[in-house]
């Protein structure tokens, strides 16, 4: 049985298998408190209510031990959740050596011991609440007829930017972790019309922000027939769903100190300014950004600060949005694209756009990015990718989402890494 169950069997036996969180002995008794997925419980060893190998393995035990205990549960307002097990019988079932992580430690010891920090109350709790979120986007996606595809992580080009990229050997070749897997998403999209991939994504960006992962998991929907207004009407939908769904599990997110409220009231239609409404509202808040400058998280924050609510914002200079972005036709220096910015000072945690899906334009905008930064495309490796655009092509647009930006902003973490239990960053590869 789970803490949480035996909670509610005051007066019964009941069997529980954990670990040890603490112990302390005093006058005959041993008190140790148990963890378990669910909580915590003093359990209550009395030498002459137990036999002698009880007795000995609670002497024994030590620290993060895994235990069998068997006892009937009380209620006592002197043990730490209210309830004690009064033991009648205790059992290693293995024996913990001395564990290195005590109470007071260093943020960069508790990285290095990560694979044990998990452990602590507060990670196991970041940990559900990250799975309930991974949850309720697949949820919602599914429900909404889209079909979850599988992209290849190992790939022969950039499907972004390509500046970022950790290169691989492939046998005899060169080849790079994914930085995005739209590209494999749009290639789907003829098969199976709404799709989306959830996977990670790699960037070798050598930022050190408190927002920035080398591996980070990405969710990249993609839909055929949809404009940017559908796209980001979708996107709204499924942000809303998972922050209301998150809402309804109230003692983890008090136990994580979220308020409730805020996630409740996350619902459509979000805010959506221009890029140059934006770079107004920046700047009127001391920042200083001209047309084509791109927003740091300094400027971000002041974007979102006093938002409750996350906002688009489009319209994006087309010098700033990638290759496959499509030119507005009514106004040629944009694409039809936007951001979503998470509020008080969360920063962008989507990026969507309608694709270009004709040929002569697709070639046009490489041709001029290529002019632009004096950069050549190797086509070579996007022929599968043009084909796409050659044989049936349809106008489509889609998105990506970055999971662990969105669990920061949802639980208010100080860092995102946090937020994924193995993060992998700039100085940082191991455990
Ligand atoms: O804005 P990005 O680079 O867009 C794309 O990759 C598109 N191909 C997505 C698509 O349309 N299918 O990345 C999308 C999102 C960002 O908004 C951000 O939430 C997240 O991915 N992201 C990161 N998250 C953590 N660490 C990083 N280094 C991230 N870089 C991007
Ligand atoms: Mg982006």
């Known amino acids: 049985m789970y803490v949480e169950d035996a909670m509610k069997k005051i007066g019964k036996e009941v069997t529980l298998r954990g670990w040890v969180y603490r112990k302390r002995e005093s006058g005959g008794i041993i008190f140790v408190i148990i963890?378990?997925?669910t909580g915590i419980m003093q359990?209550?060893?009395?030498?002459?209510?137990?036999?002698?190998?009880?007795?000995?393995?609670?002497?024994?035990?030590?620290?993060?031990?895994?235990?069998?205990?068997?006892?009937?549960v009380k209620q006592d307002q002197r043990a730490p959740t209210g309830f004690e097990l009064q033991a009648s019988s205790f059992k290693n079932v293995h024996i913990a050596e001395p564990f290195p992580i005590t109470?007071?430690?260093?943020?960069?010891?508790?990285l290095d011991k990560r694979h044990l920090w998990l452990r602590s109350l507060r990670m196991t709790n970041i940990m559900k609440a990250r799975s309930l979120v991974f949850r309720y986007a697949r949820k919602f996606l599914d429900s909404k007829g889209f079909y979850e595809i599988t992209p290849p992580l190992i790939t022969m080009a950039g499907g972004e930017t390509g500046a970022d990229l950790f290169e691989v050997k492939y046998f005899d070749q060169k080849a790079y972790l994914t930085e995005s897997s739209q590209l494999y998403a749009e290639a789907m999209v003829p098969v199976l019309e709404k799709v989306y991939s959830f996977a990670?994504?790699?960037?070798?960006?050598?930022?050190?922000t408190t927002k920035h992962l080398a591996e980070y998991w990405h969710l990249e929907p993609e839909m055929a027939y949809y404009n940017n207004d559908k796209n980001m009407k979708l996107q709204e939908r499924l942000v809303s769903y998972i922050a209301n769904r998150l809402a309804e599990n109230e003692d983890l997110l008090k136990a994580l100190g979220v308020n409730v409220d805020d996630l409740k009231e996350i619902k459509p239609p979000f805010k959506r300014i221009k890029y140059e409404e934006a770079i107004e509202?920046?700047?009127s808040k001391g920042g200083n950004l001209k047309w084509g400058d791109d927003f740091g998280v300094p400027e971000e924050k002041m974007l979102t600060e006093d938002e409750d609510k996350p906002i688009f914002v489009y319209a994006w200079p087309k010098e700033l949005k990638a290759f496959y972005a499509r030119v507005d036709p009514k106004d040629p220096r944009v694409v039809l694209g936007a951001d979503l910015q998470a509020p008080h000072g969360h920063g962008e945690i989507i990026g969507g756009t309608e694709r270009e899906w004709q040929m002569d334009r697709l070639m046009e905008r490489i041709h001029e990015i290529e002019q632009a930064k004096g950069i050549k495309f190797n086509l070579e490796n996007y022929q599968w990718w043009l084909d796409l655009r050659r044989y049936g092509s349809v106008p489509h647009a889609g998105f990506g989402m970055g999971m662990e930006r969105l669990i920061k902003w949802f639980l208010n973490l100080d860092h995102i890494r946090d937020a994924i239990p193995f993060p992998r960053m700039i100085n940082r590869l191991a455990p």
Do not use: H, M
């Open 35 to 37: 963890r378990d997925r």
């Open 43 to 72: 359990i209550a060893v009395k030498k002459d209510s137990v036999n002698a190998d009880s007795w000995k393995d609670a002497q024994d035990t030590t620290i993060e031990s895994s235990i069998i205990v068997k006892g009937v």
């Open 103 to 110: 109470e007071y430690q260093s943020t960069e010891l508790l």
């Open 200 to 208: 990670p994504s790699y960037r070798a960006e050598k930022s050190r």
């Open 281 to 283: 509202i920046v700047n």
